[in-house]
């Protein structure tokens, strides 16, 4: 259905008539891009002082006087409320988008109408008199999201594709993949090098952190009425937190982790309370780490003993508060009393747990690993190769204020492929590593109750884990079967839910700031963005080798201490 619009010769002044004449030649400029995007119908203009406009579904515009109404294609419509506002309705519709940019089809539409719409626009706003303006900005803001939302789109569907299909096909197939993902590759290690990118997965990391925090304060009224409750809930609050580390991991990076153990000892996995004894070698085995317990559904409920640094660290150490972790200061004497009542409140916990335990005290570097050794020397232990002296004091306390609860404790010995040393900034630019985990399960009642028998225990553990390295260094594998357990698909869609909520309000500001013109908000905008990086970086520096540690046999630094 058509409808025409019309003004009189006496309706129009002698300036608006020209301000037609401008109209018109403006209309005819932009006619060529819309008819190839098929962004805007054909619109006349009639020889006389009388304005004409054709409105059929689709059309680009139709003018009042001053008022201008602009609409879009059907699948991005723009309604202006009498403000000029968007309604939340729009919101809605940025966000779903950004889900259906999913599919290859829509990632494509949406990259193609977002840069089509959004040049013919920019024709518009660079070339139209002022009443045109205030109506296209609205339009501009929506092609610069399409664009964006089918960017993401596009990158989601590579992965995924490459993931699912050349994953599986690369077993079966000894010849070089095809030359379309070999492309697909290259793509997506070029997105992934991208600071913007990287900015805004660290954007939605940082934000959502600070949402499920407030949300964990307000569960603390639950504590008093019902406890288990409580738990259960922040178990799927802090799962939300850190399965986005999680998807970096896995999804991101696509990083591999390959088990070396029996099938009996899998079929455990996540169905009882265990303490996990982990070499502290790298900076993100504490990641490959989390990356076993979400396979296995215990990612939320994990513990960890914490230094007491970490409750000083936004987003990790708050978690941590709320999911009732373990901090001590390292230093026996004054980490008592916390290390027993924390063990023991732990006892009824709700779901299964898998407490996380570096008996090292600290990450190993050469010259904490020499100290090491000088201590060894002088209590008479046998020296390691690999691994510092463990320390026994927070193994057997968490073992006898467990008893009854933990029913195992498993020795997982990590290692990387070709010798490679991971970073957590070579996962957040997407470099992928090959990390094997050598699994032994050892059941409580092996273990001696009699605490230093179990420090003996524990002293002979990491001598044959010093002789599983050894055999690493020299074959390149650990012994045993193996076992690829599949990731889950969780962790991505988490991450997706998050980015969908948090993004797409951050474009239209960061968009509404630059059209604006304002200097002083575009650099407190840039400014922001500069705090942000800044701020990333520094949660990133928490996990840096060279800037963790302990004072370790340096009884220099303890006296300081």
């Not at 608006?16 to 962004?39: G, K, M, P, Y």
Request: glycine share 6%.
């Amino acid at each position: 259905m058509t409808g025409i619009a019309t003004y009189a010769d006496g309706d129009l002044t002698d300036g608006q008539s020209d301000h037609s004449a401008r109209i018109a030649e403006t209309l005819a400029q932009v006619q060529t891009i819309a008819n190839v995007a098929a962004f805007v119908p054909a619109v006349a203009i009639n020889s006389r002082t009388q304005a004409t406009c054709c409105i059929r579904p689709g059309d680009l515009s139709c003018f009042k006087k001053q008022e201008t109404i602009l609409t879009s294609p059907p699948a991005t419509a723009q309604v202006l409320l009498p403000s000029g506002r968007r309604p939340l309705a729009f919101f809605l519709t940025d966000s779903l988008c950004l889900l259906c940019s999913a599919v290859p089809c829509c990632a494509t539409t949406s990259v193609t109408c977002g840069f089509c719409g959004s040049y013919a626009l920019f024709l518009l706003v660079s070339f139209s008199p002022d009443c045109f303006r205030i109506s296209t900005v609205n339009m501009l803001n929506q092609g610069a999201v399409m664009i964006f939302t089918g960017l993401c789109g596009a990158l989601v569907v590579l992965a995924v594709a490459y993931y699912a299909y050349w994953g599986r096909v690369k077993e079966d197939c000894k010849s070089s993949p095809p030359w379309s993902v070999w492309a697909a590759m290259g793509l997506l290690a070029y997105l992934k090098s991208q600071f913007i990118l990287q900015l805004l997965i660290g954007f939605v990391f940082v934000v959502s952190g600070l949402i499920i925090n407030f949300i964990q304060l307000c569960t603390c009224v639950l504590w008093p009425i019902n406890k288990q409750l409580y738990r259960r809930i922040n178990c799927r609050l802090s799962y939300s937190l850190w399965s986005q580390l999680v998807m970096l991991l896995e999804w991101w990076s696509g990083t591999e982790c390959t088990l070396f153990t029996d099938q009996a000892t899998v079929d455990k996995f996540g169905t009882e309370h265990v303490i996990i004894i982990l070499n502290h070698n790298f900076e993100i085995d504490f990641l490959c780490g989390w990356t076993m317990c979400e396979r296995y559904g215990v990612l939320g409920s994990s513990k960890v003993l914490a230094k007491h640094e970490l409750l000083k660290v936004p987003l990790i150490g708050w978690t941590w508060y709320f999911l009732e972790i373990v901090f001590c200061k390292r230093k026996w004497e004054e980490d008592r009393d916390t290390v027993f009542k924390g063990l023991n409140r732990l006892k009824d916990y709700p779901e299964f747990m898998w407490f996380l335990l570096y008996c090292e005290g600290t990450r190993f570097t050469e010259k904490k690993h020499q100290i090491s050794m000088q201590v060894a020397e002088s209590k008479g232990l046998p020296k390691l190769k690999y691994h510092l002296l463990p320390r026994t004091k927070g193994f057997t306390t968490t073992l006898q204020c467990l008893k009854g609860t933990v029913k195992a404790v498993y020795d997982v010995t990590l290692n990387f492929r070709d010798k490679k040393v991971p970073t957590l900034l070579g996962i957040v630019n997407g470099t992928k590593y090959m990390a094997d985990m050598s699994i032994r399960r050892f059941p409580v009642e092996d273990i001696p109750d009699d605490e230093k028998e179990c420090a003996n225990w524990l002293h002979k553990l990491y001598q044959e884990k010093d002789a599983l390295q050894e055999h690493y260094e020299k074959e390149g594998s650990f012994p045993g079967p193996t076992i690829r357990s599949r990731r889950r698909l969780w962790s991505l869609v988490n991450f997706l839910f998050w980015a969908c909520l948090l993004l797409s309000p951050l474009i239209h500001l960061a968009w509404g700031i630059f059209i604006s013109g304002s200097p002083l908000l575009i650099l407190s905008f840039m400014l922001f963005l500069i705090v942000a990086s800044v701020a990333v970086r520094r949660l990133i520096g928490v996990t840096e080798v060279k800037k963790t540690g302990s004072s370790y046999g340096d009884q220099e630094a303890k006296k300081q201490n």
